[in-house]
């Protein structure tokens, strides 16, 4: 390479030129993998799409009645004032997003840092280490946070217009949503690193796909069991009053919702110390974790496992195997040779399977 | 400096990487100079791709210092990346992509301008014979196109130092030569090439000098002629290989199967 075109790679070094490059080739990935897909995998996409814009039209809808709900007199006589529930809206849509992206981007980024392999690609070239986790952790959230800003934006947005909160509103609603969204997904690849060192990412990669399978089934399935109108007025009351329980003002995500109450409502003073506090923190926890996964990818030891297992005693062994020899006999005189190899093989697969869950 | 005149491009010195208690390379010095092929040997965990991983700046090194092209692999990473290309043992690459749009991506990241980018993934297709499949997507590839298109993104900026961890695993004697000679062209041309393998017929015939590591640790280092003079009268270097690095017992045990 030439001192000039060293030069440029230098001077071109600043970190998001390099996390732009690096996101726009997942783009490049999307499209080419659109364009090159047969017929029936283009229309899927499509329509996929546009069910997504289906999704947003039915959030959009699904607030307003929600809405009309939490204002309407009968519920009012139902579970007495409703400004606290109304005011615990945006704590429990900030919550849910911080809860839901830390979940779901702990999959992504187990793909993104362990099992896609490019990791040893992106790092050989000239590219800043921390570019490359950023656009890791970006890669891993955004498309959650699409999802999140799908379902959240419309209740938020609804509740501002009816609310007729301050204009200042709407634009930190989603500035708070991208900070938790961040520090959620900078959590979740400690939370990966941590993991991957005590059980395979392959392993993990295939235990989570299956909780994910079950716990989805769960969900689906007891939905169906579940009679709304049989609820009492005191289970909806006690529901309620969990619901406004998220608005503590000891948790973090309670002052991540409340101040963008606060601001919305004109109580400027405590608005924006609490934003600042939010900020602060999810800042610092973005930050930290971006540092020590940095860290512990670059010194190794986010790729070296330890072994959990002790190791059992020679005696034990010693005298487990005197204590099975007569069975074995016995075994291998009924059970051909090949089969009891198949069998004591599959055992010990399932054995392994069960103890790596 | 080396005889030749040519400067080291790989410098290691005093390179050590522990983890925990396990000391994967333990004190390696060696260098790598300008239009030589270096050969790195050593049984399965000795401590190769710890070391190459240090070299490109991968892992860091619990002590000592890596150079490369002159520029320090820690204090200069960018410069050091700049200059090197790295090929590893396993092709993983973007499966969805063409070769293009691999090579176009590789040439963004190593800032180069668009026409050279463009002259170049031409060039480099023609070289390994992929012109072809350049617009097909990899993983339509075959190990060994998928190999050459590795090697081909690691020459998109025509690097001075060119570092690859078993280069000619699962590919065809065809473009296992084809490599071979691609290599000696890059040294011919000043770069350095540092090159593991576990193919020591390779190694013997295309390397200007080998270093064998065992158990983390550098134990020879020369040309053929200075290992032959490190061994007991073997001539070889499978045999200078396995009398240093204590494999020759298996030939009893392989006494003992017959």
Same mark, same amino acid.
């Given at each position: ?357 | ?109 190593? &800032? !180069?301008? /668009? ?6 993934? %031409? $060039?480099?297709?023609?070289?390994? #014979?992929?012109?072809? =499949? ?19 993104? &690691? !020459?998109? /900026? ?6 690859? %961890? $078993?280069?000619?695993?699962?590919? #065809?004697?065809?473009? =296992? ?30 390397? %200007? ?50």
């Amino acid at each position: 390479m030439t001192d000039a075109a060293l030069g440029n790679a230098q001077a071109a070094g600043n970190l998001w030129h390099y996390v732009g490059k690096l996101l726009r080739l997942r783009w490049v990935i999307f499209y080419s993998g659109f364009r090159r897909a047969k017929l029936r995998g283009k229309i899927s996409t499509i329509v996929l799409g546009l069910l997504v814009l289906g999704g947003l039209a039915f959030a959009f809808t699904l607030s307003l009645l929600l809405l009309r709900l939490l204002r309407s007199p009968g519920l009012e006589q139902f579970i007495g004032d409703t400004r606290l529930l109304i005011a615990g809206v945006p704590v429990l849509v900030v919550s849910a997003a911080f809860v839901g992206i830390l979940m779901t981007s702990f999959g992504v980024l187990l793909q993104a840092l362990y099992l896609a392999g490019d990791m040893d690609f992106l790092l050989s070239a000239p590219v800043p280490l921390r570019a490359i986790f950023i656009a890791k952790l970006l890669q891993a959230i955004l498309p959650n946070f699409g999802l999140i800003l799908l379902f959240g934006l419309p209740v938020l947005y609804g509740l501002g217009a009816s609310e007729g909160y301050n204009v200042l509103y709407y634009p930190l609603v989603l500035l708070v949503l991208a900070v938790l969204a961040l520090a959620a997904a900078g959590l979740a690849s400690l939370l990966v690193m941590a993991v991957v060192r005590v059980l395979p990412a392959r392993r993990v990669a295939e235990v989570l796909g299956f909780f994910v399978a079950i716990l989805s089934f769960i969900c689906s399935q007891s939905g169906q069991f579940v009679r709304y109108s049989d609820l009492s007025h005191d289970q909806a009351t006690r529901a309620f009053t969990l619901l406004t329980r998220l608005n503590s003002p000891w948790s973090p995500l309670a002052w991540a919702g409340r101040s963008l109450v606060d601001i919305g409502e004109g109580f400027w003073l405590s608005g924006l110390g609490l934003l600042l506090l939010t900020l602060v923190l999810t800042g610092g926890v973005f930050a930290l974790s971006l540092a020590t996964a940095e860290r512990l990818y670059y010194s190794g030891w986010a790729r070296v496992q330890i072994s959990t297992r002790k190791k059992k005693a020679i005696y034990t062994r010693r005298s487990a195997t005197a204590q099975n020899r007569e069975l074995t006999v016995a075994v291998s005189r009924a059970v051909p040779s090949a089969l009891r190899a198949i069998v004591i093989k599959d055992f010990l697969m399932l054995r392994r399977d069960i103890r790596n869950m | 400096m080396k005889a030749t005149g040519n400067p080291p491009l790989i410098e290691t010195k005093n390179l050590i990487k522990h983890y925990g208690d396990k000391i994967a390379v333990n004190n390696v010095s060696f260098e790598v100079y300008g239009g030589e092929i270096f050969g790195f040997l050593g049984p399965n965990g000795a401590g190769k791709t710890t070391t190459i991983k240090m070299i490109i700046g991968l892992l860091q090194p619990t002590a000592g210092t890596v150079k490369v092209a002159g520029y320090d692999v820690q204090l200069q990473p960018l410069l050091a990346k700049a200059a090197s290309g790295y090929v590893p043992d396993t092709p993983n690459l973007y499966p969805k992509l063409s070769g293009r749009e691999l090579l176009r991506f590789v040439g963004d990241l190593y &800032a !180069l301008d /668009h026409n050279r980018i463009e002259r170049r993934i %031409d $060039e480099l297709l023609n070289l390994f #014979d992929l012109y072809q =499949a350049g617009d097909d997507p990899i993983d339509s590839y075959s190990h060994g196109m998928q190999q050459k298109t590795v090697l081909a993104a &690691a !020459l998109m /900026h025509d690097p001075r130092v060119l570092v690859l %961890d $078993e280069p000619t695993v699962g590919l #065809d004697p065809r473009s =296992a030569r084809m490599i071979k000679d691609i290599l000696r062209q890059m040294a011919d041309r000043g770069a350095a090439v540092f090159l593991s393998t576990h193919i020591l017929e390779i190694a013997e015939r295309m390397c %200007d000098r080998i270093g064998i590591i065992n158990t983390g640790e550098l134990i020879a280092v020369g040309t053929m002629d200075e290992l032959r003079s490190l061994g007991k009268g073997e001539t070889s270097l499978e045999d200078i290989f396995l009398s240093l690095t204590g494999g020759a017992e298996y030939a009893e045990i392989a006494e003992v199967l017959r």
